[in-house]
């Protein structure tokens, strides 16, 4: 039986977390922070197929991360219809050839160069699942009302972050594409307008040769501070 306790008229649940040791706290941060240190973004995808289930559960693994108010100002459509991810594609590349070929700066494309990117999207119909996250920048009660959603930027943040580790976890890769502006998205996937898109995420298996950029992470010094 779930333990619970009424406060200021509202039900509370006892949370009950296994502990550990403080060697084993410092394995499992360690074993944790170098497992999380594999996750690459992948362009090249596999055309493989991925059971259904699968982005179920790492869209519900999105949507346990903590957000302004637990409103959960999100909503994830996910695209596997050939037809629809064809719309998309061509719609992505051909704001995105305006970007490379206008709208970025110099210094931009200078920044990227080590990625080697350019305005050619075919990952979007390649891989099985494309999820597209949408913030919720209000939401509407059942009389069409508005409700206010809070820090939804970082809400939205927070569960991508909380995605992109499921994916990893589940032996998947991704890539975290922000075509812009990627208004389009809304008017293909007929987003009422409480809705705004915020990632593009092509899901599948890795190619069978695939290779991403050498890159070096920041050292502890670079990242943080510490006040002792
Ligand atoms: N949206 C473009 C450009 C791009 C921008 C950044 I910042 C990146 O880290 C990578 C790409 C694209 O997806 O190609």
């Given at each position: 039986m779930e333990k619970t306790k009424t406060i200021g008229g509202y039900d509370f649940i006892a949370y009950t977390k296994e502990t550990y040791e403080e060697d084993i706290v410092i394995q499992r941060s360690k074993e944790f922070y170098h497992w999380m240190d594999q996750r690459r973004t992948v362009r090249e995808f596999s055309d493989k197929p991925i059971p259904k289930e699968v982005i179920e559960n790492i869209i519900l693994t999105a949507s346990s991360a903590p957000s302004g108010a637990h409103k959960q100002p999100w909503t994830f459509c996910v695209i596997s219809s050939a037809e629809l991810k064809k719309k998309i594609r061509g719609a992505a590349e051909a704001e995105e050839y305006e970007s490379y070929n206008s709208r970025m700066s110099q210094e931009w494309l200078e920044d990227l160069k080590q990625f080697q990117?350019?305005?050619?999207?075919?990952f979007i119909e390649i891989a099985p699942y494309v999820v597209i996250v949408f913030k919720k920048a209000y939401d509407l009660d059942a009389d069409g009302n508005k409700q206010n959603n809070y820090y939804v930027n970082e809400s939205v943040g927070l569960a991508t972050g909380f995605l992109l580790a499921a994916i990893h976890h589940a032996g998947l890769v991704a890539l975290t594409h922000t075509?812009?502006?990627?208004?389009?998205l809304s008017k293909l996937l007929e987003r009422p307008a409480n809705e705004r898109p915020c990632f593009l995420i092509p899901i599948g298996y890795p190619a069978e040769e695939t290779y991403v950029p050498k890159l070096k992470r920041k050292v502890i010094d670079e990242i943080a501070v510490f006040y002792d």
């Open positions: 990117t350019d305005w050619h999207k075919p075509p812009s502006p990627m208004n389009f």
